[in-house]
């Protein structure tokens, strides 16, 4: 089965600094996507950026981006200048490529500080 | 372009009570999910349709959960009887097919007393 953990349960960064959220999964299969998504107090979840793991690039949307390392089944979020609107719940998922299920990491408290 | 909408956003019932959840996936997507989230358990998906037909149904908890999808664009969540352990926030998520990235609407936050 597969699992995602992450082992960061709460985050605290300053506005306009950069902080790295960590991501890792266990999974037997080659093909899978990875997401990373936002819960804001609001609860809404906001998809923040999605890797296909066939793809070597690493994934990019704006201030945020990935390190993806398929070896180390790794997917860590890398957030730069942030800002407060940037505060939430961040949660790492993962589907299999076949597959529609996807299964979340247990979540990170990120604050950001003024 | 509307997204995920669920209703209603905040539910408080007595144990007992037969709770309904509704959703109404994005226009054009033909999968939909409910997912449920709390405390002990983290999000977990509860169960699925394609094109209408529940496809995996495997994380609904018991009897006492039933989901429908009489047509594309809504579906049910239904808890008979509610107990206090349901308490948690209800997701709906819709997909362009089951393949493809799943957007979330804004959840139902229930309270079983």
């Known amino acids: 089965a597969q699992t995602v953990t992450q082992s960061q349960p709460e985050m605290s960064v300053q506005e306009a600094e950069t902080v790295t959220l960590s991501c890792t999964y266990d999974t037997s299969e080659s093909d899978y996507y990875l997401f990373w998504y936002k819960q804001p107090p609001s609860r809404q979840m906001i998809l923040v950026i999605r890797q296909e793991a066939y793809k070597q690039q690493n994934a990019t949307e704006n201030r945020f981006s990935v390190n993806f390392q398929k070896a180390a089944k790794s997917f860590s979020l890398k957030i730069s200048d942030s800002q407060l609107g940037d505060a939430a719940m961040y949660f790492c998922a993962y589907r299999r490529t076949s597959g529609s299920r996807l299964t979340f990491g247990e979540g990170t408290q990120l604050t950001v500080n003024p | 372009d509307a997204g995920v909408i669920q209703s209603p956003r905040h539910e408080v019932t007595e144990m007992g009570q037969e709770v309904t959840l509704r959703c109404k996936p994005i226009?054009?997507?033909?999968?939909l999910f409910w997912y449920r989230q709390t405390m002990m358990r983290g999000l977990e998906l509860l169960i699925y349709f394609n094109n209408n037909v529940p496809i995996d149904d495997s994380g609904m908890p018991e009897d006492r959960f039933s989901a429908k999808m009489p047509n594309a664009s809504f579906s049910t969540l239904k808890i008979q009887p509610s107990e206090p352990r349901d308490s948690a926030v209800y997701f709906c998520?819709?997909?362009?097919?089951?393949?493809?990235?799943?957007?979330f609407g804004p959840g139902t936050r229930l309270l079983v007393l």
């Open positions: 998520a819709s997909s362009l097919n089951r393949a493809e990235t799943q957007y």
């Open positions: 226009s054009g997507h033909n999968s």
